[in-house]
């Protein structure tokens, strides 16, 4: 046994976390994607400074030497418990890892947090009898009060005081404790422990998106989304800013992904973060998420000055029901007048859009369409809504469709079928780029750096292409064709 209380968290990571190295929103460099979960290095911190100890192994999707790899960390750590940090559509990948480990070890605990575990702990409890605690909400707090526990040899019996918690107790009988308060300030909280994903002297940090998140909560309440709405902390300017600069000068990091839903957290911190950058002298390029209407063409430029190269804005719907129906709190016109900033500005810019949401319909989608060439973003990017639990878009799902994620299969909420959002979804991303005021806005002419033209220019020529395929199929003239040259090439059916 460990000499304090020790936990072992486990992740099979997604599959764009895979070491070949993705390309951020299309960046021309490629940046490594460091396979981590947030929580679990904020936990793992939160454990060091409370008298306990966390370890993180991962492995990768299909890697057939996990189990020997999970088995060694298992031994060498030798934990009083295991740990998971699961989103809702990672559930089943991962159950059979917990099987793998409790059939060797099976009375080593197993706790589950994260937010399907948060959504649904009476459900998870049912329906995954190998998982023996949930942790429901913030988990620094209930970890470390729970480890303790079992670390002193307790059991079910012992852990009705620990809040924020479920269990089956000696009867199975499905038990929650009562709500484990939030953190008011996680200013108070330590830096996440990256120690636990990098390593200083391995060349990939530098290669890196390196990860940063800086807020719990938000403070919007968009009906497709599990967030603790209403409940947004977000820490000082000053303590993000120490984290790039340890980051830079600890591991040689260049690039960040600032992974926040909402970044920055407010207009008004937004300037003392860039002071604070400028005054260090610090050398970095970072990409992040925002919303629309936050900021002025001022703080845009001063953003592009100390080194912002890319930016998502959550548009979702270009149909102002839509938008109101979802819950999102924004405008057509501010998100116009957020794409007009950012052309002016010279900022590579992406539009997330989302299709299928609840009252979705053939009409509001034409409307997205028209909006997305409207807004000209340097890309687009859609995806299908999936009603996760803990959302309130998941109250729309049918009773028997809710546990869709177990058969990886989503239902429709709305009046189109999944076949048709997808079809028009991928409809929609080889036509986008194809239009003259694309090609002028994004590489002939606006304000882009040169490095971002080129990469609009190949995603025009990649959708062309596929464009042009996609017609030649349809024709009876090049479909044999093509067939036979996919057969030559080992590209065909
Ligand atoms: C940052 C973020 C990302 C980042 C980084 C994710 C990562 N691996 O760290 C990126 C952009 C990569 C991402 C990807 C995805 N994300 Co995301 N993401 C978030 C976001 C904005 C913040 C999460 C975060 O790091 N918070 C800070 C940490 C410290 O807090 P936390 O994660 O809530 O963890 C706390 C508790 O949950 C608990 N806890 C967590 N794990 C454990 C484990 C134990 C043992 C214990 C005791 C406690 C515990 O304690 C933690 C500290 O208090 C949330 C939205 C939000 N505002 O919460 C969505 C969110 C988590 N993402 C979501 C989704 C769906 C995804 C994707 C599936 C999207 C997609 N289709 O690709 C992928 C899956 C990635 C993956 N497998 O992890 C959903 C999950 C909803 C659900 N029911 O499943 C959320 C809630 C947003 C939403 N749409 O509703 N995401
Ligand atoms: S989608 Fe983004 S803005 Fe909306 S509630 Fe979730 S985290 Fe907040």
């Known amino acids: 046994m460990p000499d304090k209380p020790t936990i072992l968290f486990i992740a099979i990571v997604p599959p764009f976390y895979a070491p070949a ?9 490629t940046y490594e994607l460091i396979p981590h979960k947030h929580s679990i290095l904020a936990l793992v911190a939160w454990l060091r400074e409370n008298g306990c100890d966390g370890h993180y192994v991962f492995v990768y999707p299909g890697d057939n030497s996990a189990p020997l790899k999970i088995g060694k960390a298992i031994k060498a750590v030798n934990p009083d418990a295991v740990g998971f940090s699961l ?19 099976p009375s080593l605990p197993v706790i589950l947090g994260g937010p399907h575990a948060t959504a649904a702990p009476v459900e998870t409890l049912r329906t995954f009898p190998l998982i023996d605690y949930v942790a429901i909400g913030e988990g620094e707090r209930t970890l470390t009060e729970w480890l303790t526990l079992i670390h002193a040899g307790k059991g079910i019996g012992d852990m009705s005081e620990v809040a924020g918690l479920g269990f089956r107790d000696e009867n199975g009988e499905i038990v929650i404790t009562r709500p484990r308060e939030t953190f008011s300030d996680i200013n108070i909280l ?23 998140v800086g807020s ?7 009906t497709f989304c599990a967030a603790d709405h209403g409940n947004y902390r977000y820490m000082k300017p000053e303590r993000i800013v120490n984290q790039l600069q340890h980051a830079q000068e600890k591991y040689g990091v260049e690039y960040f992904a600032i992974r926040d839903s909402l970044w920055p957290p407010s207009s008004e911190g937004l300037d003392d973060f860039c002071d604070l950058v400028e005054s260090r ?7 992040f998420e925002t919303r629309a209407g936050l900021l002025s063409e001022e703080q845009w430029a001063r953003l592009k000055k100390i080194g912002a190269q890319a930016v998502a804005v959550g548009v979702e719907s270009g149909d102002q029901d839509m938008l109101k129906r979802i819950k999102k709190g924004i405008t057509l016109d501010m998100v116009r007048e957020t794409f007009k900033h950012l052309h002016k500005v010279g900022i590579f810019a992406a539009a997330f859009f989302m299709l299928g949401n609840q009252g979705e319909t053939r009409e509001s989608i034409r409307k997205s369409v028209r909006f997305a060439t409207e807004i000209n973003p340097a890309l687009v990017s859609l995806a299908t809504f999936r009603p996760l639990p803990g959302t309130e878009a998941y109250e729309y799902v049918k009773k ?3 546990d869709w994620w177990m058969r990886g299969q989503y239902p429709s909420i709305c009046e189109l079928t999944i076949e048709e959002l997808n079809r028009l979804r991928e409809g929609m991303h080889i036509c986008y780029p194809l239009r003259w005021r694309y090609l002028m806005q994004n590489v002939f002419g606006g304000n882009l750096p040169p490095e971002f033209r080129s990469v609009c220019l190949r995603s025009y020529k990649v959708h062309l ?4 395929v996609g017609i030649a199929e349809r024709s009876t003239i090049f479909r044999p064709l093509i067939h036979n040259l996919k057969k030559a090439t080992g590209k065909g059916e």
Not at 21 to 29: A, P, T
Not at 88 to 98: K, Q, S
Request: overall charge positive; glycine content about 6%.
């Open 400 to 402: 028997e469709d809710r």
């Open 21 to 29: 190295g993705v390309k951020n929103y299309g960046l021309e460099r």
């Open 190 to 212: 330590p830096d996440p422990a990256f120690d636990v994903i990098v390593n200083p002297d391995s060349p990939a940090a530098k290669r890196s998106a390196f990860p940063i």
């Open 216 to 222: 719990y909560g938000c403070k919007f309440f968009c």
């Open 281 to 287: 002298d610090l050398k970095i390029h970072f990409h």
């Open 87 to 105: 989103v809702t559509e990672e559930m089943v990948g991962h159950y059979p890892v917990i099987g793998a480990i409790k059939k060797k070890y």
């Open 465 to 468: 292409r596929k464009y042009l």
